[in-house]
């Protein structure tokens, strides 16, 4: 039974029949048909919950339903020639053109399909991205959203200017998270004192600054403030390091350096070091007053 099964198939499709192309277009139809409900069957049960936004869900199927009915129509109207290996070089030519043609808007899915799945960075991450520090906004199909920090102004705050970065930039830079693993980061405040300064004194004084204004910090992460001392060309340069919110590092050190500067006030035995000329007058003594010289006559010999 199984064996005359069989052979009425092969007459169907054998060369000749009448019958061959449109079998062969609904042999392709079902299989082309089958692998796009296993993709993206797989692709649903990741995406749909880590797209962030669920309209980025939404334009990315729909997008992905269309390229796959534009797909499944070409293969269907080549499979109709009949030849197997027609339909295997126009889908190799097809492959060519769509990737080469769709370059940028494909490098662009495959990106947000990576931060999506692989989740380097998410919206609230403070990220560099191709040189360009900002706060992820938005992360959509194409593009990446960031409220710059800096840029307007000095230091690490809000500008509030909008940046708008190709998800494609990703595989081409080097992207910096803030937050990766924690919402802290290792931060320093340096200060610059004399030769003559009490080293001890203002490293305690820098410490003891770091403790009073981070002590949630320091208990959360159980790491205390530590120091490092390097000798310049004009002064001891003092760096205390400690961990800080990613997020507010520019408020904390702003506070920390002003209790710095508040108790170095307090104490004589700490100066700051900072650039200036000073002019030392030393006159040049009469040979005459120093004890014990000889007189000269005119002519400057000794008598």
């Known amino acids: 039974m199984l064996k005359r099964l069989l052979d009425a198939v092969l007459k169907l499709v054998a060369e000749g029949s009448p019958y061959r192309r449109p079998i062969m277009s609904l042999v392709t139809l079902v299989v082309v048909w089958v692998v796009y409900r296993l993709i993206t069957r797989a692709l649903r049960r990741h995406v749909a919950a880590k797209a962030m936004k669920p309209e980025n869900s939404e334009n990315f199927f729909l997008l992905w339903r269309y390229i796959w009915l534009v797909i499944i129509v070409v293969f269907v109207l080549v499979s109709y020639s009949g030849s197997l290996a027609t339909l295997g070089i126009s889908a190799a030519f097809l492959g060519m053109i769509l990737g080469w043609s769709l370059q940028a808007p494909v490098t662009g899915i495959a990106a947000w399909l990576m931060i999506i799945l692989k989740r380097p960075f998410k919206i609230g991450d403070r990220v560099i991205i191709a040189g360009v520090v900002g706060d992820v906004t938005d992360i959509n199909l194409t593009h990446i959203v960031l409220n710059q920090v800096g840029g307007t102004v000095g230091g690490e705050d809000k500008s509030g200017r909008g940046v708008l970065i190709p998800n494609a930039t990703l595989f081409q830079q080097i992207v910096y ?14 200060v ?7 080293c001890d004194e203002a490293d305690r004084i820098m410490r003891d600054a770091v403790g009073r204004t981070t002590p949630e910090i320091i208990a959360e992460t159980k790491q205390k403030p530590f120091s490092r001392v390097e000798i310049g060309d004009n002064g001891v340069r003092i760096r205390v390091r400690y961990q800080t919110l990613a997020m507010d590092r520019q408020r904390i050190s702003s506070n920390v350096y002003h209790v710095i500067l508040e108790e170095f006030a307090k104490t ?9 000329l000073d002019i030392l007058h030393r006159p040049k003594p009469d040979p005459a007053s120093i004890t014990g010289a000889p007189e000269r006559g005119p002519r400057g010999l000794a008598e």
């Open 192 to 198: 610059v004192v004399t030769f003559e300064s009490d």
């Open 177 to 190: 998270n803030y937050n990766f693993e924690s919402k802290y980061i290792l931060d320093e405040v340096t």
């Open 268 to 276: 004589p035995r700490v100066e700051f070091c900072y650039p200036h």
